[in-house]
């Protein structure tokens, strides 16, 4: 009981999070982003908050103005604002330049954003690299609007500033590095965006709290596609060298299903212990192709980079129909499904962590009997976990590494950890 | 409208070329075989027309001796010619020696071949190594013979002289070929037989067209098994160098299915690009393994020859009722048959042309909006323009071809050539 | 006939052979080994009788201290002898000490085993590294015990004696080797032990009267486990070496099904050739994998020793009710399974034997015909003989052995065997 509370109050504070972080306005660059990385690293003071000043070159990109927005709306002729910015960030399309002027319906029409199929929802618009502005509203509440004057007010700046993002370095035995990316760039919405930060900074705070870390953990809370790419420009030398494994943490807070996304090789180490913890965790999880991809991963394993980074999420953007829309909010999320997804990840750091080559120190089968590991009577049958020990010792020849036998031996590779704690114990491997 | 036209009149073209050389008695040796390049070359001056004495040595094969025949009937004994060379060539057992003879009913049955299943038909025999002499009727005909002398006359000679052959190599900026095999070794038959060499003969007449070719073409007409043999002899060296695919070209004129045959190790790039194609062209195309083969394949796949040759059909031999028998006839091939033989081996080409490894001149994605190759403002979807392009920047990274992207991508390689030169001309690739 | 009659009076033969081993008492060490060794030297002097001191260091192992039992039994009030290892030596745990006691039913029910599932079977119980003493009764007779005192006897020597094997060289061409491995450690049961010596003595006399032999032949018969550890222990470097493939032969005799058990690689030459040869000898037979393993391949097959073994059985242990109990009795094996168990590995060692990477020696198809293995009238179809020798002529390409020609051109390489015979007369190959 003691410890079905423990589970469900990480759950419970990963939601609080997610509360407290619902209301920031964030975008690719601004005060938003400042704003959450703080309050992020007031939890964790690990993370490293970084600023990167507006035109510097990155690849084939430039790091764009900085946006701010202190207010905006669309007031009808009685001065009523009937789309309002302080009501839902949403209403804003992301990156609007600053306007304020008087349109007729028609006018205003071209600036309106709405989604015809999900008449009670604002969808999420952005505009970062066109000097655009706009609104978003509810298909239904475009509907009502009158042929009238409006006044449009758009408060916000677009200009030189800084690209923000934070990053966790966890020193480990070895300098070959697992990779965790999360992003930190959308507004007011739950699924995709919050649930990755908040259950990223959750294993942050776990693997801090470890006294001992094989590999070094580099941890990212970056904007979306442009902070991958600042990053990846700043540190590419030292990630393609060290970069054992690493995973794009996003959509990972609801509760309908497990989904996994493949790297572009689709078979790294990333990717055969995320199928394999999830087969054991949850056998219908999703598995999607890298031909469906859509996050950071896009520039994790893009041709020149090459990293071994796949995606583990609950249902993948796209997938649920209050995708990038004012109805992933925090009724979208639950506790249970961040406690799900931070569970999924950390059983795969555990993997990752115990996955060597592993190699037997006796020829043939060891007499396990006078070891107390084995029963001295024999009979017809034998139990799992001697059948476990005896496969884990009939496969670990110097070749097969932890996840490898597990593989071949259909066992969980969590499972032989404690197998192979026997074995050292009693120096057979 | 225009264009359906052309494609229309191709198609006729080459049905009409095959109606004139439908009537000539062709062999594996003779004036059958030369007037049938004779016919060609006014089409195409490229054909070059090759003599090789009999006698002369082939690998474990020799020339065999010439064989030309001018007349040949069985008469009964008013004199009535009751089976007729001149009514149709395939009467008479292919390489007949001379005969003149009155012989029984009974003597001259040792001699007939006919089909009891297919009673309409006149089977197709030869006997090339074995001095023989017969004809072959139907088994209709053959039930309505009567007891009574027969004169029988074969006025053939079987002598020596030539085996002959055409060749077309049409350069390109590199001297690795590309190899067209075709034969044109049987009597009156139009899908086994004509389809092949007249199908063959638009290819190079296209192929001769093209203002630049990445790849030479080394284009065959030949006598099947004896001629490519002895074409190999002579050329072995620099086909076994610089042959990168090739395909057998044979009963390419019927219009009931596609059909492909893997070379021998299956997976050579003549063998992906086939499949490649013929999986968007006609996703119900037959695909047969080496172990049904039947053509030059033979020989260029042959355990000491190995090259990469693989053949695309409409119908395969032996996989219709009409194959080697008169009712192989032009009615069983069509201008659609024919059009449609010849469009896959162009897209085969033509994907074989743009198939090169690609390498993506930038880290992380490229800014494609700047490009106006990107919309600049993010919603929900992407186009499958966008997508195909997006996809092929991800897995153009040095390692894979054109082919390979197109496979991982589920796109058709030839939808890509478009997206390479908009890169290109954008220094992207 | 004379055929059929041979091959039944094998099957008849080596059905006697296990009738008189059956009464012998074996265990992994004692008298009831030496004496199975002398009966099996008796018909096959080859063996060689090796005698293994106990306290003999074998990797992790020791050999034990060796048993011998004159006599157990319990006897009750009455002086009746209720249980009689004479009557059956499956009564006596393997491996009891000596007992001379009084008990009460209570104190002797913890001695008892019995199987509550199968009530009229005696079950099969060892306990060889662990001091203790039981018997072994069905659950029914269980049942009928009353409450009295009981006598218990075990006159048996637990004492540094020896293990002892038998070995079989038989030399070949090459000192390259082939390993056969059976044992001869459990007392009277017929599939579960007999099976396995009787089919390889037979096997072995087979061997021995061929006039040439490619291989060297290595067969074992040793007590399972512990004897196979002692084996390897003192020839590992020169079977490392030379160890082309080879079988364990264990549950042989009866006639229900064919079993083949995967070596732990699953693709060893020994796999390829039992999985082959079953295909085609019964293509209804069981696959096991490595993790159903269960006899000596747990040594061979070992992390460090990693030999090329698989096994090959009729039904195998532990998927037969019957088996380690006494009902796995003359009854359940039959000359019939026996024979058939002796045919299969019969034919694995024959394609062993035939297994080279062959080679044509002209280029192209040769001319078959004027070798006369060819017809000389060209027609519609073809032979599957000739079908086979095409075939195999196409493959022989220098890089694929006679096994990978067989599985390619899918016939049974037993049936190439002749083929190539006539490639060899005519020079060809």
Chains 1, 2, 3 share one sequence.
Not at 38 to 58: C, F, M, Q
Not at 87 to 112: A, C, R
Not at 142 to 154: A, F
Not at 340 to 350: A, E, H
């Amino acid at each position: 009981m003691a410890k079905k509370e423990t589970t469900k109050s990480l759950g419970d504070e990963m939601y609080a999070r997610c509360h407290d972080l619902f209301p920031i306005c964030r975008s690719i660059t601004g005060n938003g982003v400042r704003e959450t990385l703080k309050y992020l690293k007031k939890i964790l003071s690990d993370i490293n908050i970084h600023e990167v000043p507006s035109g510097t070159k990155a690849f084939d990109w430039n790091v764009p103005n900085e946006w701010n927005i202190n207010d905006a709306y669309v007031a009808d002729e009685s001065g009523n604002r009937i789309i309002d910015f302080k009501k839902n960030n949403l209403h804003i399309v992301g990156y609007s330049e600053p306007v304020d002027n008087i349109l007729t319906l028609e006018e205003l029409q071209k600036h309106l954003y709405s989604l015809p199929d999900q008449p009670d929802a604002i969808p999420y618009i952005t505009s970062y690299y066109e000097r655009r502005w706009g609104f978003c509203l509810s298909e239904n509440q475009r509907k009502q609007l009158k042929q009238q004057k409006y006044r449009v007010k758009i408060d916000s700046t677009l200009e030189p500033g800084h690209l923000t993002y934070g990053e966790i370095i966890l020193p480990g035995k070895s300098e070959r590095e697992i990779l965790l990316s999360t992003y930190i760039c959308h507004p007011s919405m739950a699924n995709n965006e919050l649930s990755g930060p908040v259950v990223t900074l959750a294993l942050a705070q776990w693997l801090s709290s470890l006294s001992k870390r094989k590999y070094t953990y580099r941890i990212v809370f970056v904007p979306e596609t442009i902070g991958s790419i600042v990053y990846l420009s700043r540190h590419l030398e030292k990630m393609k060298k060290n970069t054992v494994a690493g995973y794009v943490i996003t959509c990972i807070g609801d509760n309908r299903s497990y989904s996994y996304l493949a790297s572009r090789g689709g078979n790294t180490l990333s990717d055969r212990v995320a199928r394999h913890v999830l087969s054991y965790h949850d056998s219908n999880y999703k598995s999607y192709s890298y031909l469906e991809r859509g996050s950071d991963e896009r520039q994790f394993c893009s041709a020149g980079i090459n990293l071994p980074v796949c995606s583990i999420m609950r249902t993948k953007y796209g997938c649920y129909p209050e995708y990038h829309t004012s109805l992933d909010d925090m009724s979208f999320i639950s506790p249970d499904g961040l406690e799900g997804g931070y569970q999924v990840i950390k059983k795969c750091l555990q993997v990752l962590e115990a996955n060597e080559v592993y190699k037997m120190k006796v020829n043939c089968e060891p007499q396990l009997g006078k070891r107390g590991l084995f029963p001295t009577i024999g009979t017809k049958k034998t139990t799992k976990n001697i059948c476990d020990m005896m496969n884990f010792i009939a496969y670990a020849d110097g070749s097969n590494d932890l996840l490898s036998i597990a593989e071949k031996t259909n066992v969980y590779a969590g499972d032989l950890i404690p197998v192979i704690k026997k074995l050292k114990n009693t120096d057979l491997v």
